[in-house]
């Protein structure tokens, strides 16, 4: 079973009114990145969707240790709005034979991985397109 790290990271900017989410799969010191605006707007929730898109990338049973600074084994995010994406990510533990471990506290070095995500979230995000102005600009 292949060991696999996989950093996920999320946030929610106010000032463009969306969510950002990114995952970085590391591999025997290969590492394979994806950045996403989400469809949700509760960091949490984008973290497990970030986590639920990255390991639905793996081809074979893995031995995946989660990090985030998201607690996405949250009670709450297993009974309320996190249920389904829980049920994917356990549906592909049973058809791929995953091991999942969620590190609570992550390291230094951890942390500088998390850092790099989110500064790569805050320089994709856009802002928010005011339809009104095109419009108007348009009917000139």
Same mark, same amino acid.
Not at 41 to 55: S, T
């Given at each position: 079973?292949?060991?696999?790290?996989?950093?996920?990271?999320s946030h929610y900017f106010n000032d463009s009114?969306?969510?950002?989410?990114?995952?970085?799969?590391?591999?025997?010191?290969?590492?394979?990145?994806f950045t996403t605006i989400s469809v949700h #707007?509760?960091?949490?929730? #984008?973290?497990? /969707?970030?986590?639920?898109?990255?390991?639905s990338t793996l081809k074979e049973s893995c031995?995946?240790?989660?990090?985030?600074?998201?607690?996405?084994?949250?009670?709450? =995010?297993?009974?309320?709005?996190?249920?389904?994406?829980?049920?994917?990510?356990?549906? =592909?533990?049973?058809?791929?034979?995953?091991?999942?471990?969620?590190?609570?506290?992550?390291?230094?070095?951890?942390?500088?991985? =998390? /850092?790099? #995500? =989110?500064?790569?979230?805050?320089?994709?995000?856009?802002?928010?397109?005011?339809?009104?102005? #095109?419009?108007? /600009?348009?009917?000139?």
């Open positions: 079973m292949k060991k696999v790290n996989i950093y996920c990271e009114k969306a969510g950002y989410g990114g995952y970085v799969i590391g591999y025997e010191g290969r590492y394979k990145t #707007i509760v960091p949490e929730l #984008i973290g497990l /969707d970030m986590l639920w898109e990255a390991v031995d995946i240790t989660v990090i985030s600074r998201q607690n996405l084994t949250a009670n709450d =995010l297993k009974l309320n709005e996190g249920i389904a994406l829980w049920e994917f990510i356990n549906q =592909l533990k049973i058809d791929k034979g995953h091991k999942y471990t969620f590190k609570k506290y992550p390291n230094e070095s951890e942390r500088k991985i =998390l /850092d790099e #995500i =989110l500064k790569e979230l805050q320089r994709v995000k856009r802002p928010k397109i005011d339809f009104n102005k #095109i419009i108007k /600009d348009d009917s000139n």
